[in-house]
């Protein structure tokens, strides 16, 4: 399978962890939906941080003191900015500000943000992502979709465990090495429901073919689904 990635920087890369751990954190803090969960993640950590370096270059920040110098405790304001974005488009009652401000002030210690920071930040994450914010290819959304439509053919959707394909995204989210199997979000979704059946349902119960099913339903190649599969298997029961 061919598959593109993104590289972090040597500097970008002792703040990754942290800052997934900042906003995975933040989302279970604010009570948000998965979707808005994963939506934020995509913004945050597939488009906003990687596009800093190119905004930066082209002296776009220069005029902004939020991203010069560029601070981790900003970097956790952005991370906040980018749940509130993704509320915005996944909420019928959004996120208030006031909500993030209060979260903010008890978990960034190195800095205090002011509701007019967060407004300010919110316009400069739309800048760095050139005002692109939209979210369908999501990952977490095509799962979502197969999750529905294979408890709808099998008996066993009521077994197929829900939560350990959310805890599965989050473990590739935490490995840097594993981020590359995110640039086929469809792809990645099929997986994440194979690798949930094999897992979480009994073995000597596992008579839907589901491979041949997620095959059918995304026009994934089997390849690419085995693939990102024995992956994913890999990283779930490799020692911690």
């Known amino acids: 399978m061919n598959m593109k ?32 969960k994963y939506a934020a993640l995509s913004l945050f950590f597939d488009r906003f941080y990687p596009s800093l ?3 930066t270059q082209q002296g776009d920040a220069t005029a902004n003191w939020l991203l010069q ?9 952005f991370a906040l900015i980018s749940i509130w974005v993704s509320s915005k488009i996944h909420d019928s009652r959004p996120l208030s ?5 209060s979260l903010g002030d008890k978990t960034i210690t190195e800095q205090h943000f002011t509701t007019r ?43 197929l465990n829900f939560e350990a394909c959310i805890d599965i995204m989050d473990l590739l989210y935490e490995r840097d090495e594993t981020s590359v199997l995110y640039s086929s979000p469809r792809s990645l979704a099929a997986s994440v429901l194979v690798a949930s059946y094999v897992i979480t349902v009994p ?10 099913w ?10 690419d689904i085995i693939e990102i599969v024995t992956d994913i ?8």
């Open 97 to 101: 500000v006031k909500s993030l401000k």
């Open 5 to 36: 990635k993104w590289m972090w920087s040597e500097q970008q890369r002792p703040l990754r962890l942290p800052l997934l751990q900042f906003l995975i954190q933040s989302a279970q803090d604010l009570k948000v939906a998965p979707i808005v």
């Open 203 to 212: 073995k000597q119960r596992q008579e839907f073919p589901v491979l041949p």
């Open 233 to 240: 298997l890999k990283h779930v029961f490799e020692p911690s």
């Open 117 to 159: 920071d967060f407004v300010e930040a919110e316009v400069v994450l739309l800048q760095v992502l050139d005002f692109e914010i939209g979210t369908a290819n999501n990952a977490f959304v095509f799962l979502e979709e197969l999750y529905f439509q294979f408890k709808e053919v099998a008996k066993l959707g009521e077994v």
């Open 69 to 77: 110098p560029i601070r981790e405790s900003n970097l956790q304001l």
């Open 53 to 55: 370096s190119r905004f």
């Open 214 to 223: 997620v095959k059918f339903v995304t026009s994934c190649k089997d390849e």
